[in-house]
């Protein structure tokens, strides 16, 4: 049954967060998930105290009482005293602050006279400070979508989290090389339409995140929280989308849940509940409320200048939608494939200094090749270098290999093996004439599809393809 999302009262905001790259957002430690043995291992508890109001935040009191003991661990070259919380925090990361503005400013939105850091009270173990610290620096921006204007209602800066790596029945067991890298916190206010405009929403907030320079790329660097409700239910916060693919079956899944609820006559409460691989979603913890905020005391105000503002705003980066429709006119390329080209740097670099390709065969040897090499070869095409394609590239520039040995080539490279061009030199149209002619003398009355696989089958990645076809074509059809 397909839903009225109108009908059921649909309110639907979404959170973004995206990691920065550099230096972490309150030491100098590298941001990066280091692979290097732990040398360093503490334990410690965590207990919710009362905020400024003289309460206790519910979600922080909730996970006190599962009482269990943290074990962090790292290593020594990655991390330093800050994340162990026994040194204060430095003073904010200016770089990442900049990046953080270019995002705001893209966004739409205003920026904050006076940048206060503030402490969020989480005793979950994966602050080992028992907070993490945030910075509002934006607020009432917007963006443009076919179904309408969204609002952004706040963008914070805001440390990232330990990484969990067990959950035992009486400890959690944490890596601390995550903890401190910076990280954006984008939330939109509730003008979402239904799931596909969740989705929608979510692709372009994060196609405006990488377009500026400093943001990491890559699985894990960026999640999405999608906050919901429907008449007489319940505000609901539902964590852990990797992929976009999936907001929309997981929203459709916890409308249906609480409408089922309501209709059985259930009392729903604020909670917050963790996204399952199977698109269903399982209770976390009750929904945190204010009484878990409280200003920093180690960490000064930021001030941005407006003189500031206004070179940022003259040197913010094109979108990289506006740039795939430049690339799309400029070289002549498919959407998808001008989309994603543009995430190579290098990309133009090469068809300027390989005049005589094609753009588009530049970018499908750059795009595509590595897709087939990882789908049909099983070989992990992410270890080929901008020097592997820009060698390879010169060989097909200068004639020295046809097209068709570009694949072979480059999985020579992932594998480490020596290239001997004498086996991939090209046959000159002439000799590959001669050679077809020859053949439909000896072996007549062949269909083009025959002739066409025993002429690639000796010449393959010498000759090209559509070549052969065209000669082919000509001979039969004289």
Excluded: W
């Excluded at 320079?213 to 660097?221: A, D, F, I, N, S």
Aim: glycine letters at 6%.
């Amino acid at each position: 049954m397909e839903l009225n999302y109108q009908e059921i009262g649909f309110k639907c905001g979404l959170e973004i967060h995206q990691q920065l790259e550099g230096k972490k957002l309150f030491c100098n430690c590298p941001t990066l998930n280091s692979d290097k043995e732990a040398d360093i291992k503490v334990e410690r508890k965590l207990k919710a105290v009362a905020g400024e109001k003289g309460e206790i935040d519910i979600a922080a009191q909730h996970e006190m009482l599962k009482n269990k003991r943290f074990i962090y661990e790292s290593n020594s070259e990655d991390t330093c005293l800050v994340e162990y919380d026994e040194e204060p925090p430095h003073g904010l990361n200016k770089n990442s602050l900049e990046t953080a503005l270019k995002v705001a400013l893209l966004l739409n939105a205003k920026i904050i006279d006076e940048i206060q850091v503030m402490r969020k009270t989480v005793i979950d173990g994966s602050n080992v400070s028992g907070f993490q610290r945030t910075a509002l620096i934006a607020m009432d921006g917007f963006i443009e979508t076919p179904q309408g204007k969204v609002s952004i209602q706040t963008i914070c800066l805001e440390e990232e989290a330990a990484q969990k790596l067990e959950d035992g029945k009486d400890f959690v067991r944490y890596r601390l090389d995550r903890l401190g890298i910076p990280l954006i916190e984008i939330a939109t206010g509730t003008e979402i339409k239904n799931s596909e405009h969740a989705k929608e929403v979510a692709a372009y907030i994060g196609m405006v995140l990488r377009s500026v320079e400093g943001v990491k790329r890559g699985l894990g660097t960026i999640r999405q929280d999608v906050n919901i409700s429907i008449t007489d239910g319940a505000r609901t916060e539902i964590k852990g989308f990797q992929d976009l693919r999936s907001i929309p079956k997981v929203i459709e899944y916890e409308v249906k849940r609480q409408a089922d609820s309501i209709e059985q006559g259930k009392k729903l409460q604020k909670e917050v509940r963790k996204a399952e691989q199977d698109f269903t979603t399982s209770f976390l913890r009750p929904m945190p409320g204010a009484h878990r905020l409280y200003p920093e005391t180690d960490v000064l105000p930021a001030n941005v200048p407006k003189k500031h503002l206004e070179e940022l705003r003259k040197k913010l980066p094109k979108l990289l939608s506006h740039k795939t429709e430049e690339f799309e006119k400029k070289y002549s390329l498919p959407n998808q494939l001008a989309k994603e080209v543009i995430e190579y740097n290098n990309f133009e670099a090469f068809v300027k200094k390989f005049s005589k390709l094609e753009p588009l065969a530049v970018a499908n040897i750059l795009v595509n090749l590595p897709k087939e090499i990882k789908t049909r070869f099983n070989l992990d095409s992410s270890k080929l270098t901008e020097k592997d394609f820009e060698e390879v590239l010169l060989y097909l520039n200068e004639g020295k290999i046809a097209k068709e040995a570009v694949l072979e080539l480059l999985i020579k490279k992932i594998k480490n093996e020596k290239i001997d061009l004498k086996h991939f030199e090209s046959v000159s149209d002439e000799e590959l004439e001669n050679e077809i002619k020859k053949l439909i003398q000896e072996k007549p009355n062949l269909n083009i599809g025959a002739y066409m696989g025993l002429v690639m089958a000796k010449h393959r990645g010498k000759v090209e393809g559509k070549k052969v076809m065209e000669i082919i074509n000509r001979l039969i059809n004289k």
